[in-house]
């Protein structure tokens, strides 16, 4: 899936003193483990963006005067708002600095827990597998791989999921054990799991206000279809990710895997990511073409990365683009922490009016973000993936429905 490009011998070095690598790669034989030069990795678009960036040309947002109790910075806040429109327009995403609740002390312990999780034997994990398509772990070593984004490609992370509002493709009741309790670890899971959902809340509802009032829309817009008409709260997902390193993979696993994560967008309005090793890659929204478009991601211990997802992509009809990211296979291990944020399950998604003219029609169609979530599972199940990879580009950002239903299920 993943191809190696030819760089310089004498502009590479190792993994650990690179900000930016060669990308288009799969990093599983040893030319893919060298890396460009540090004055060749640093990302800069034509025009300089007006936003502050990382060391390596990435933008770093201080998002302190966009949460709570910050009301007050209407300077500061108007400085950053300008900035989070440079950066999602130009990059599609950024860095949140500065969130108290999500320090680097507090995500090294996420972190910790998390390697207790996966640490667990096989026939614990095994027990909480998705039998019945809402089981809280998956993984190869439980025989229920992520599913194919791309098609055909064989992922080697393996991930314990939580939701508040639990998405299952499953007819009957959910059942309430499907986590882990205090005779498996402590704290048990839904407690650790619940406050790091409501910590990423802080983060996600300050955003939700945010998105709005830079593309000048009211200001709850968002944030009422993330907490829902009944306050039943998004229907978001956390991810907590491990990724194998390569050498440690079983030999049928090793010749197998494609990629960590195969390419994607998210299908959610925006995605929370952190990680504690290289791996994670985007496609910014300024690069075209597929060959040199994936740019890697720096490990920033402090801060999650933010990225745009289909939900806001369809809301702002194309104005702003979901970001396409996978992870490569890498010689180290590494974890991620993810928090999908979305809008509750029975928000109509469909291009704000804002966004609509007679010279610009909806280029997109409307859907319940249930729906989305639904036929978008239904579709990866069914081998349809997620990612064109001729193109280079996303299937369910644009997908269509008809009167909010699967266009194929429509006669």
Same mark, same amino acid.
């Given at each position: 899936?993943?191809?190696?490009?030819?760089?310089?011998?004498?502009?590479?070095?190792?993994?650990?003193?690179?900000?930016?690598?060669?990308?288009?790669?799969?990093?599983?034989?040893?030319?893919?483990?060298?890396?460009?030069?540090?004055?060749?990795?640093?990302?800069?678009?034509?025009?300089?963006?007006?936003?502050?960036?990382?060391?390596?040309?990435?933008?770093?947002?201080?998002?302190?005067?966009?949460?709570?109790?910050?009301?007050?910075?209407?300077?500061?806040?108007?400085?950053?708002?300008?900035?989070?429109?440079?950066?999602?327009?130009?990059?599609?995403?950024?860095?949140?600095?500065?969130?108290?609740?999500?320090?680097?002390?507090?995500?090294?312990?996420?972190?910790?827990?998390?390697?207790?999780?996966?640490?667990?034997?096989?026939?614990?994990?095994?027990?909480?597998?998705?039998?019945?398509?809402?089981?809280?772990?998956?993984?190869?070593?439980?025989?229920?791989?992520?599913?194919?984004?791309?098609?055909?490609?064989?992922?080697?992370?393996?991930?314990?999921?939580?939701?508040?509002?639990?998405?299952?493709?499953?007819?009957?009741?959910?059942?309430?054990?499907?986590?882990?309790? *205090?005779?498996?670890?402590?704290?048990? =899971? &839904?407690?650790? !799991?619940? @406050?790091?959902? $409501? +910590?990423?809340?802080?983060?996600?509802?300050?955003?939700?206000?945010?998105?709005?009032?830079?593309?000048?829309?009211?200001?709850?817009?968002?944030?009422?279809?993330?907490?829902?008409?009944?306050?039943?709260?998004?229907?978001?997902?956390?991810?907590?990710?491990?990724?194998?390193?390569?050498?440690?993979?079983?030999?049928?696993?090793?010749?197998?895997?494609?990629?960590?994560?195969?390419?994607?967008?998210?299908?959610?309005?925006?995605?929370?990511?952190?990680?504690?090793?290289?791996?994670?890659?985007?496609?910014?929204?300024?690069?075209?073409?597929?060959?040199?478009?994936?740019?890697? *991601?720096?490990?920033?211990?402090?801060? =999650? &990365?933010?990225? !745009?997802? @289909?939900?806001? $992509? +369809?809301?702002?009809?194309?104005?702003?683009?979901?970001?396409?990211?996978?992870?490569?296979?890498?010689?180290?291990?590494?974890?991620?922490?993810?928090?999908?944020?979305?809008?509750?399950?029975?928000?109509?998604?469909?291009?704000?009016?804002?966004?609509?003219?007679?010279?610009?029609?909806?280029?997109?169609?409307?859907?319940?973000?249930?729906?989305?979530?639904?036929?978008?599972?239904?579709?990866?199940?069914?081998?349809?993936?997620?990612?064109?990879?001729?193109?280079?580009?996303?299937?369910?950002?644009?997908?269509?429905?008809?009167?909010?239903?699967?266009?194929?299920?429509?006669?």
């Amino acid at each position: 899936m993943y191809f190696w490009r030819s760089c310089p011998q004498y502009l590479c070095k190792a993994l650990r003193h690179s900000s930016l690598h060669c990308t288009g790669h799969s990093l599983r034989s040893p030319p893919n483990w060298v890396f460009r030069a540090q004055r060749a990795a640093t990302f800069r678009t034509a025009a300089t963006p007006a936003y502050p960036r990382t060391p390596e040309g990435h933008p770093l947002l201080d998002v302190s005067h966009l949460l709570n109790g910050a009301e007050g910075h209407a300077k500061q806040r108007a400085a950053t708002l300008r900035s989070l429109e440079a950066a999602l327009r130009e990059v599609g995403y950024f860095y949140a600095q500065n969130v108290s609740v999500l320090s680097a002390d507090y995500l090294s312990k996420v972190y910790e827990y998390s390697k207790q999780l996966h640490a667990l034997p096989i026939g614990v994990k095994s027990a909480f597998a998705p039998e019945d398509s809402h089981g809280a772990y998956s993984g190869p070593d439980v025989g229920k791989a992520e599913l194919e984004y791309e098609p055909g490609s064989v992922s080697t992370v393996r991930a314990w999921d939580y939701s508040r509002n639990r998405f299952t493709l499953s007819s009957g009741e959910l059942d309430g054990n499907r986590f882990p309790g *205090a005779s498996i670890i402590e704290p048990p =899971f &839904v407690e650790f !799991l619940d @406050d790091l959902y $409501e +910590r990423q809340n802080v983060l996600a509802r300050g955003l939700m206000v945010a998105f709005a009032d830079m593309l000048d829309l009211p200001s709850h817009t968002f944030l009422d279809m993330f907490e829902g008409r009944n306050g039943q709260g998004d229907f978001g997902t956390i991810r907590l990710l491990s990724y194998p390193a390569n050498p440690s993979l079983t030999e049928e696993e090793a010749r197998a895997a494609t990629a960590g994560i195969s390419p994607h967008t998210d299908f959610e309005a925006f995605t929370l990511m952190h990680q504690d090793a290289p791996g994670l890659q985007f496609i910014p929204a300024s690069r075209t073409g597929i060959d040199d478009a994936w740019l890697d *991601a720096p490990v920033r211990p402090g801060e =999650f &990365v933010v990225i !745009l997802g @289909d939900v806001m $992509e +369809r809301f702002t009809n194309g104005d702003l683009k979901a970001t396409p990211h996978r992870v490569v296979i890498t010689p180290h291990p590494r974890s991620s922490i993810i928090r999908f944020n979305a809008v509750s399950a029975d928000t109509m998604i469909a291009p704000l009016p804002k966004f609509v003219s007679s010279t610009r029609p909806a280029k997109y169609s409307r859907v319940t973000m249930q729906t989305h979530m639904e036929t978008t599972m239904q579709n990866l199940k069914a081998g349809l993936g997620a990612w064109d990879a001729v193109a280079g580009q996303s299937t369910t950002a644009n997908y269509l429905y008809i009167d909010g239903v699967d266009h194929r299920k429509v006669s």
